[in-house]
């Protein structure tokens, strides 16, 4: 008999993992499907192992810097590109093992391969086509299960993402390379074309850069990162453009021929002219898709718009039993609203009362490059074109005493207030660390905080979060230092 469960879920990123262990912790009976690492893309190949990679950038950019600190450094500081991977895998390996242990602790069944859902209840695990490859990657020791049938009163699908290619230009791995190749690179190129400028291609661009890379970006839209606010955008474009990146912004690359050992693109820019830009390695990050493909949904029905599932607020499909959450469920595409799409799901399956859909307009986003970009909520020009009543309040932090200290003093926060309900709309932020600070507004949002309650917040001294409610006092012509 195929062994039974209350929940399956397919897919072990941030999204299936921490469903699996809110359904073990409501006493479901659960198991998860993995057919390649345990913590999916963002702890092997995205959110952990960019980061450890932007943490090196951001040591030797102040290395760079000692003389402006009053310290001196005797001889210089280079990066080592063996080293620099080799601490990044580590990270991801320690994280990767983590949830591995998460598993065994929550009494998790592992199911190793790949899965199909045959009908509503039921899924057939076939041998995995996507064997683990790296040796710091190892299966899981409490594995319990492989090919075979199974059946679950309720099935996830937590399958994630993969990069987009657009025709013509795939990515061969060698010369083109996606996310996967940027992240572990043999030697570092002398010369980069990043072709798009989302947070994947912007983080990749500020990494190169601070390696001392020639970096050029190309991106279709006006604005780079064109879903953050344009004002601030147009910050982090400046100070990206100081440390020496090349960017192209209402420009698209039309072809890409491979030379021996480097590529040449043919950007096409807002005036229709053409130019050639070769360099070693070109990294294509025009997006993802979701992966919904082998999985037994068009047979079954299931509704999927733009290769992504459709869900309702708490992750059910259109197909009574089947559930998605996260990057395959469509966007923003981030780790944090998968794991929390994930719970939502897994408390209305338990039936636990009182139970919030998710609000994907309180999810808040963050771009690692230097300078960091935060936000949460809608933009100016959003609000704008959504027929709001607004007040906006700015605050640089060229007027912020622990930004001058800490020599971060190029930066803003921005807030969106609605003018008559004193509703905080949006929050914008560029420069140091505003992705520790963004989580701040998203509280504020989440308990429907007024700009009154957040001006008679108090804010420690010195520290860069007084910017934000400095913003704030902006808003209502009550700002007090500057």
Same mark, same amino acid.
């Given at each position: 008999?195929?062994? $039974?469960?209350?929940?399956?879920?397919?897919?072990?990123?941030?999204?299936?993992?921490?469903?699996?262990?809110?359904?073990?912790?409501?006493?479901?009976?659960?198991?998860?499907?993995?057919?390649?690492?345990?913590?999916?893309?963002?702890?092997?190949?995205?959110?952990?192992?960019?980061?450890?990679?932007?943490?090196?950038?951001?040591?030797?950019?102040?290395?760079?810097?000692?003389?402006?600190?009053?310290?001196?450094?005797?001889?210089?500081?280079?990066?080592?590109?063996?080293?620099?991977?080799?601490?990044?895998?580590?990270? $991801?390996?320690?994280?990767?093992?983590?949830?591995?242990?998460?598993?065994?602790?929550?009494?998790?069944?592992?199911?190793?391969?790949?899965?199909?859902?045959?009908?509503?209840?039921?899924?057939?695990?076939?041998?995995?086509?996507?064997?683990?490859?790296?040796?710091?990657?190892?299966?899981?020791?409490?594995?319990?299960?492989?090919?075979?049938?199974?059946?679950? =009163?309720?099935?996830?699908?937590?399958?994630?993402?993969?990069?987009?290619?657009?025709?013509?230009?795939?990515?061969?791995?060698?010369?083109?390379?996606?996310?996967?190749?940027?992240?572990?690179?043999?030697?570092?190129?002398?010369?980069?074309?990043?072709?798009?400028?989302?947070?994947?291609?912007?983080?990749?661009?500020?990494?190169?850069?601070?390696?001392?890379?020639?970096?050029?970006?190309?991106?279709?839209?006006?604005?780079?990162?064109?879903?953050?606010?344009?004002?601030?955008?147009?910050?982090?474009?400046?100070?990206?453009?100081?440390?020496?990146?090349?960017?192209?912004?209402?420009?698209?690359?039309?072809?890409?021929?491979?030379?021996?050992?480097?590529?040449?693109?043919?950007?096409?820019?807002?005036?229709?002219?053409?130019?050639?830009?070769?360099?070693?390695?070109?990294?294509?990050?025009?997006?993802?898709?979701?992966?919904?493909?082998?999985?037994?949904?068009?047979?079954?029905?299931?509704?999927?718009?733009?290769?992504?599932?459709?869900?309702?607020? &708490?992750?059910?499909?259109?197909?009574?039993?089947?559930?998605?959450?996260?990057?395959?469920?469509?966007?923003?595409?981030?780790?944090?609203?998968?794991?929390?799409?994930?719970?939502?799901?897994?408390?209305?399956?338990?039936?636990?009362?009182?139970?919030?859909?998710?609000?994907?307009?309180?999810?808040?986003?963050?771009? &690692?490059?230097?300078?960091?970009?935060?936000?949460?909520?809608?933009?100016?020009?959003?609000?704008?074109?959504?027929?709001?009543?607004?007040?906006?309040?700015?605050?640089?932090?060229?007027?912020?005493?622990?930004?001058?200290?800490?020599?971060?003093?190029?930066?803003?926060?921005?807030?969106?207030?609605?003018? =008559?309900?004193?509703?905080?709309?949006?929050?914008?932020?560029?420069?140091?660390?505003?992705?520790?600070?963004?989580?701040?507004?998203?509280?504020?949002?989440?308990?429907?905080?007024?700009?009154?309650?957040?001006?008679?917040?108090?804010?420690?001294?010195?520290?860069?979060?007084?910017?934000?409610?400095?913003?704030?006092?902006?808003?209502?012509?009550?700002?007090?230092?500057?």
């Amino acid at each position: 008999m195929a062994e $039974s469960y209350d929940v399956i879920i397919i897919g072990s990123g941030p999204g299936g993992y921490v469903a699996a262990i809110r359904a073990s912790q409501l006493g479901l009976k659960t198991a998860i499907v993995e057919r390649e690492h345990m913590g999916g893309i963002c702890l092997n190949w995205g959110c952990i192992p960019t980061k450890a990679l932007l943490r090196s950038a951001e040591v030797l950019d102040h290395a760079n810097h000692f003389k402006d600190f009053g310290l001196v450094l005797e001889g210089t500081v280079k990066p080592d590109a063996k080293a620099v991977v080799g601490r990044s895998r580590a990270v $991801s390996a320690r994280l990767n093992a983590g949830v591995g242990f998460l598993m065994k602790k929550n009494k998790i069944d592992i199911i190793w391969g790949e899965a199909k859902i045959t009908k509503p209840g039921e899924i057939v695990v076939g041998k995995s086509t996507k064997p683990v490859v790296e040796p710091q990657h190892p299966l899981p020791k409490n594995v319990k299960s492989g090919e075979g049938t199974y059946t679950a =009163k309720h099935i996830i699908i937590a399958t994630g993402a993969r990069p987009r290619a657009l025709p013509g230009i795939e990515p061969d791995g060698k010369l083109i390379w996606t996310y996967f190749e940027a992240l572990k690179p043999d030697v570092l190129p002398k010369s980069l074309i990043v072709m798009g400028s989302g947070a994947i291609g912007i983080e990749f661009a500020s990494f190169y850069r601070s390696m001392g890379v020639d970096v050029t970006v190309v991106e279709v839209m006006p604005t780079i990162m064109p879903v953050e606010d344009a004002e601030v955008t147009a910050i982090a474009r400046k100070q990206l453009e100081k440390r020496g990146l090349k960017i192209f912004t209402s420009a698209k690359v039309t072809k890409v021929e491979k030379g021996a050992g480097s590529v040449t693109a043919h950007v096409e820019t807002a005036d229709g002219k053409v130019q050639q830009i070769t360099a070693d390695r070109l990294i294509s990050a025009v997006g993802v898709q979701g992966n919904i493909e082998n999985l037994g949904l068009e047979a079954l029905g299931v509704k999927t718009d733009r290769g992504c599932v459709v869900i309702d607020g &708490y992750g059910k499909t259109n197909v009574a039993g089947i559930y998605a959450i996260g990057d395959v469920a469509g966007p923003p595409m981030l780790a944090h609203k998968a794991e929390h799409e994930g719970v939502v799901c897994v408390e209305k399956i338990a039936g636990l009362p009182n139970v919030h859909p998710t609000d994907k307009g309180k999810v808040p986003g963050c771009t &690692y490059c230097n300078p960091q970009v935060a936000s949460v909520g809608i933009t100016e020009a959003k609000a704008k074109e959504l027929g709001r009543d607004i007040r906006v309040g700015r605050f640089s932090f060229a007027a912020n005493g622990k930004a001058i200290a800490l020599g971060e003093d190029q930066g803003m926060v921005k807030v969106i207030f609605d003018k =008559k309900t004193g509703e905080l709309l949006g929050a914008h932020m560029v420069g140091a660390e505003v992705t520790e600070l963004i989580q701040g507004f998203v509280v504020a949002m989440n308990l429907e905080t007024t700009e009154e309650e957040l001006m008679h917040t108090i804010f420690p001294h010195p520290t860069v979060s007084e910017t934000m409610k400095e913003a704030v006092l902006d808003a209502y012509g009550r700002v007090l230092n500057a």
